[in-house]
């Protein structure tokens, strides 16, 4: 069993800032990639940002620039640093895992936290 669970999420005022946090923990081999992405009220859910562990970070493109991912692997967790928060921006965002166990690929989902971002 993994376990995901997501922290940081609220409501801010257009041009503040938020940091979310999440942690796994349970039976993980091998990490991956860890990343976060969101889904708005009838969007499909997209990429926010993610990142292999050892390698770049890679940003949808409605991010870039204003949000940061960041991964302390001693800890297993992900962190997402999103500055200039915009209205669109608001959505549940989703903590997401994938792992290696034998040549065998798992992804894992956290439980969502929601951003508003909203005057």
């Known amino acids: 069993q993994v376990q995901l669970v997501e922290s940081g999420g609220g409501l801010v005022q257009p041009g503040e800032s938020l940091r979310l946090s999440c942690a796994a923990s349970g039976s993980i081999f091998s990490i991956r990639t860890m990343g976060w992405y969101r889904q708005a009220p009838g969007k499909e859910r997209e990429l926010v940002a993610d990142?292999?562990?050892?390698?770049?970070?890679n940003y949808g493109d409605s991010v870039k620039g204003r949000f940061t991912i960041s991964i302390d692997s001693a800890k297993n967790t992900v962190y997402l640093q999103m500055n200039s928060l915009k209205p669109e921006d608001t959505a549940v965002y989703y903590c997401?895992?994938?792992?290696?166990?034998?040549?065998?690929?798992?992804?894992?989902w956290g439980q969502g936290t929601q951003v508003t971002v909203s005057s």
């Open positions: 990142k292999t562990i050892g390698g770049s970070p």
């Open positions: 997401n895992l994938r792992t290696q166990r034998a040549l065998t690929n798992y992804m894992y």
